[in-house]
C-alpha cells in the first residue's frame, strides 16, 4: 500500500516539496523560451502607436502584496514610454502604490527623481490621490480638484505639464497597474465612460494574473487593449524590451521557477485524485 | 433616519449633474474617505491598550503592536519635522521603512497562500462529476498554457490557454459582469431611497 | 538622503522577518505572531500618514486650496469631523452624515458607472460580435465560431442567474450548458490564481537568493541563522510546563461605551 501512503502526505511535506521544486531554476535557471501572448502585444503595440509628446497615465495601484508581478511590469512599460517620449503623469489610487511608485520611478528616471530636469515637463508624480473609484472620477473630471499637491508638496498648478492637463480629455493613454479595487474596471466606468469612451482614452494594464480572467469580457469588448498577464507578461515585455532596446531581462528565472510551481501544482492535483479513485474503487469513503 | 436618506437623495446629482459641481462633491469625500480611515486607526489601537492593561489573550505581543507604532510614528515626525510641506508619508525616510522593511512582512505574509494553495490541490480537488472536470481540465491548461513550460511541452498549449480566456471565460465573466451591474445598481437604487440602511451602522 | 548603509539592515531585516513568518507554516510560533503583531503596528501608522497627507495636499496646500485662500474646503473638513461621533453613544446619529454622505455619492456614481461600462457596453459588444467573415480572433480555422460560442456562453449562463422560474425542461438545459462555461470561468480563475500566489513565493525566494550588499553580504547567508532561531524558541516553548492563556481567566467584554 505504498501508493496509498504517497496519496496521504501530511501539508508540511507538501510545503517542503514546493521548497525545495521551486528553489532549483532560480540557483540554475532552464532559460526556457518565452512566448508572447496576443494580450502583451495589445500593451507593446498600443504604446508604440503612440507619439512623441502624447499624455499618458501611469496609475499604480497595487499594495506590497503583488509587487513581484506590477512592479517589472510597470518599470518596464515606463522605460519604454520614456524612450518613445511620451509625458508620464505618475500616480496611485492605492495608499500602498504611492512610496512603491516612487522606487519604481526611481528605478527608470535615477534614484535623483524628482530632482531631475525633465521633472514637471516629460513626468510628474502625484503620489496617493485618496477616495479611491470617487478619486479616480475627481481626477478624470478635474486633475486639480483630485489633490493640491503632487507627491513632494509642490503645488499642481505649478507643474507645467498639469496645467496641460486638465482633465482625462487630454490624456492620450492610461496605463493602469492593479491588483483589485479600485483597478481596470473602475477607471473604465469613472474615467474612460466619462470621457469619449475607448477611442478617445485606450486603456493597457497590467495585472496580478488573479483579476486577468475577470477583465476579458472588457478586453474583447476594446474597453481595455491590453493586457500584462502577472509574471509572465511583466517577463514578456522586458524580453520586447531587451530586444529593441538595451533593457535587462531579469524576470527569466522567476519564470523558469514559475514553470516548475505550476507542474507541481498539477502533479499534486493528479496525485491526490489517483489517491481518491483507489479509495473510491476499493470500497473506502466516497 | 428620514433625513439621511434626504440627504442621499440630494447628492444623487453628481453622476448627472454639472461636471465642475460634482468634481468639487467628490474631492470633498476624499477627505471624509480619510478621516473614516483614521476611526479604524483608534479602535485598532484602543484594543490594543486594553488588552495590554487587561492582561489579555496574547498581551505581550500587543506590546510589540505598540512599540512598532511609536517607532514608525518616530519616523513619521521626523519626517514632518525634516520635510518642506510637512508631510509624513512623502517624507523620504518613512517611504523608505515602507519600501525597504514593511513591505517584506506585507509580501510574505500574502506569499504563505502558495503553500496553502498547493496544499489544498493536493487535498480538495477531485474530479467527483463533470462541473468539477471542467473546473480541473481548464485550470490545468491555463497553468500549463501561461507558463513557458507549455510552450516547450506542446506549441499548442499557450494558443489553448489563450483561447479559453478569450473565449469560454469571456462569455462566462461577462454574464457574471451583467448579474453584478444589475445587483449593484439595484443596491444602489435601495440605499437612494432609504430601503438599505445596513451601511449606516449598528441602531443605538 | 537616506545613508547606503541602512540597505544591509533592510537586507537582515528581510530575511528575518520572512523565515519567521514562514515557520507559521510549519506550527505558529512566538516569533511568527510577534512578526504579525509589528506588522499590524507599522500597518496602523502607515494608515495614519497616508490620511495625514491626503488631508494636507486634498485641503491645505496646493492649488486653489486653504493656503491660497480657497475657504470652501473647510466645509468637507468639518463635515468630516462628525466621524468621530462614533464614540459617543448620546451622539452616533450625527456619525451617520459622513457616512451616508459617502453613501449618496458612490451610489450615484455607480448607477452611472455600472449601467454605461458593464452594462450597455457589454451587452452591445456581445451583440455586435461579427458571425461571418474575418473573426473576432485571427487564427482560428472556424472565422465566428467564436463569437457564436461567445454568444451561446453569455445566454446560457445569464440564464443560471435567473430563478424566476424553475431550472426546468428548456431552462434546464440552458441552465446546464451556462454551468459548464461558468465551470470553466472558474477553472481559468482557479489557474489565475495559482499563478499569481507563485509568482508572490517566487519573489521571496528571489528576495532571499539574490540580496547582496556591497559584494561581500549576501541575504542567504543568514537564512540558517533565522532557521536556528525559530527552531530555539520553538525548544524553548515546548520545555515551558504551562501556556500562557491558562494563567488568566479571559475577562468579560464589558458593554461597549
Not at chain 1, 134 to 139: A, C, L, P
Not at chain 2, 117 to 123: D, E, M, P, V
Not at chain 2, 156 to 181: D, H, K, M, Y
Amino acid at each position: 500500500m505504498a501508493l496509498e501512503k504517497i496519496t496521504h502526505l501530511d501539508r508540511r511535506y507538501i510545503y517542503i516539496l514546493l521548497f525545495f521544486f521551486v528553489s532549483i531554476p532560480l540557483l540554475a535557471p532552464l532559460k526556457l523560451p518565452i512566448p508572447i501572448s496576443e494580450h502583451t502585444y495589445g500593451v507593446y503595440d498600443t504604446t508604440n502607436a503612440m507619439s512623441a509628446g502624447d499624455v499618458a497615465v501611469c496609475s499604480f495601484d497595487f499594495g506590497p502584496a503583488t509587487i513581484p508581478e506590477n512592479r517589472p511590469q510597470a518599470a518596464a512599460w515606463i522605460f519604454h514610454a520614456r524612450e518613445l517620449g511620451l509625458r508620464i503623469v505618475a500616480l496611485a489610487f492605492w495608499a500602498g502604490g504611492g512610496p512603491i511608485g516612487e522606487d519604481v520611478l526611481r528605478d527608470v528616471y535615477g534614484s535623483d527623481f524628482p530632482n531631475i530636469p525633465e521633472y514637471g515637463t516629460e513626468v510628474v508624480y502625484l503620489g496617493y490621490i485618496p477616495g479611491n473609484e470617487v478619486g479616480m472620477q475627481t481626477f478624470g473630471d478635474n486633475t486639480q480638484s483630485a489633490k493640491g499637491t503632487d507627491h513632494y508638496g509642490t503645488p499642481i498648478g505649478d507643474l507645467p505639464l498639469m496645467q496641460e492637463v486638465t482633465s482625462a480629455e487630454q490624456v492620450d493613454l492610461w496605463a493602469e497597474w492593479t491588483s483589485g479595487t479600485p483597478g481596470e474596471q473602475q477607471v473604465i466606468q469613472f474615467v474612460q465612460g466619462r470621457h469619449g469612451g475607448p477611442s478617445a482614452l485606450p486603456i493597457v494594464v497590467g495585472s496580478t494574473a488573479v483579476s486577468v480572467p475577470g477583465m476579458m469580457p472588457f478586453y474583447a469588448a476594446g474597453q481595455i487593449v491590453g493586457i500584462l498577464n502577472g509574471l509572465a507578461g511583466a517577463g514578456e515585455y522586458e524580453k520586447l524590451m531587451s530586444n529593441d532596446y538595451d533593457y535587462p531581462f531579469e524576470q527569466g528565472p522567476g519564470l523558469d521557477a514559475q514553470s516548475v510551481a505550476h507542474v507541481l501544482v498539477i502533479l499534486f492535483v493528479a496525485v491526490g485524485n489517483i489517491g481518491y479513485a483507489i479509495r473510491r474503487y476499493s470500497g473506502g469513503e466516497s | 433616519m428620514g433625513i439621511t436618506m434626504v440627504i442621499a437623495t440630494y447628492f444623487f446629482a453628481p453622476g448627472t449633474a454639472e461636471r465642475d459641481a460634482s468634481a468639487l462633491l467628490t474631492a470633498s469625500v476624499d477627505i471624509l474617505v480619510v478621516t473614516a480611515g483614521l476611526i479604524g486607526l483608534i479602535v485598532l489601537l484602543r484594543h490594543h491598550t486594553r488588552n495590554i492593561s487587561r492582561r489579555g489573550r496574547y498581551w505581550k505581543y500587543s506590546i510589540v503592536t505598540i512599540i512598532g507604532v511609536i517607532l514608525y510614528l518616530i519616523v513619521g515626525l521626523y519626517g514632518v519635522a525634516t520635510h518642506e510641506q510637512h508631510l509624513m508619508y512623502a517624507s523620504d525616510l518613512f517611504s523608505w521603512v515602507y519600501n525597504n522593511l514593511y513591505v517584506h512582512m506585507d509580501m510574505t505574509i500574502f506569499s504563505l497562500l502558495a503553500f496553502f494553495i498547493a496544499s489544498a490541490a493536493y487535498r480538495a480537488f477531485r474530479l467527483r462529476s463533470l462541473e468539477a472536470s471542467i473546473l480541473l481540465i481548464v485550470g490545468s491548461l491555463m497553468l500549463l498554457g501561461r507558463a513557458p513550460i507549455g510552450g516547450v511541452i506542446w506549441e499548442g498549449f499557450p494558443e489553448i490557454a489563450t483561447w479559453l480566456l478569450n473565449v469560454p471565460n469571456t462569455a462566462g465573466n461577462r454574464a457574471i459582469t451583467l448579474s453584478v451591474a444589475i445587483g449593484a445598481i439595484l443596491l444602489a437604487i435601495r440605499q437612494l431611497i432609504g430601503v438599505e440602511r445596513g451601511y449606516l451602522g449598528p441602531e443605538r | 538622503m537616506i545613508p547606503p548603509e541602512l540597505d544591509l539592515f533592510a537586507a537582515i531585516f528581510g530575511v528575518f522577518v520572512t523565515i519567521f513568518i514562514y515557520s507559521f507554516l510549519w506550527k505558529e510560533n512566538p516569533l511568527s505572531r510577534a512578526v504579525e503583531h509589528l506588522f499590524i503596528g507599522l500597518a496602523a501608522v502607515f494608515t495614519l500618514a497616508f490620511m495625514y497627507d491626503a488631508a494636507l495636499t486634498q485641503a491645505f496646500w496646493g492649488t486653489e486650496r486653504i493656503a491660497e485662500g480657497n475657504f470652501i474646503w473647510v466645509i468637507p473638513i468639518l463635515i468630516s469631523l462628525m466621524y468621530f461621533f462614533f464614540f459617543s453613544k448620546k451622539y452616533f446619529f450625527l456619525y451617520r452624515y459622513p457616512v451616508s454622505i459617502v453613501a449618496g455619492i458612490m451610489a450615484g456614481m455607480m448607477i452611472t458607472g455600472m449601467i454605461q461600462s458593464n452594462f450597455i457596453a457589454q451587452i452591445e459588444s456581445t451583440v455586435t460580435l461579427p458571425l461571418v467573415g474575418t473573426g473576432v480572433w485571427e487564427g482560428w480555422p472556424l472565422p465566428g465560431l467564436d463569437s457564436i460560442i461567445i454568444i451561446i456562453g453569455v445566454i446560457t449562463a445569464l440564464s443560471f442567474f435567473f430563478f424566476t422560474w424553475e431550472h426546468k425542461g428548456a431552462l434546464g438545459i440552458s441552465t446546464r450548458i451556462g454551468r459548464y462555461f461558468l465551470m470553466a470561468t472558474f477553472g481559468a480563475a482557479y489557474g489565475g490564481t495559482v499563478m499569481a500566489r507563485m509568482s508572490l513565493f517566487i519573489g521571496r525566494l528571489r528576495f532571499l537568493y539574490e540580496t547582496s550588499y556591497a559584494d561581500w553580504f549576501w541575504a542567504w547567508y543568514l537564512v540558517p541563522i533565522a532557521v536556528l532561531c525559530v527552531i530555539i524558541v520553538a525548544v524553548w516553548q515546548r520545555s515551558r510546563p504551562t501556556p500562557p492563556e491558562s494563567e488568566i481567566p479571559p475577562k468579560k467584554q464589558k458593554s461597549k461605551d
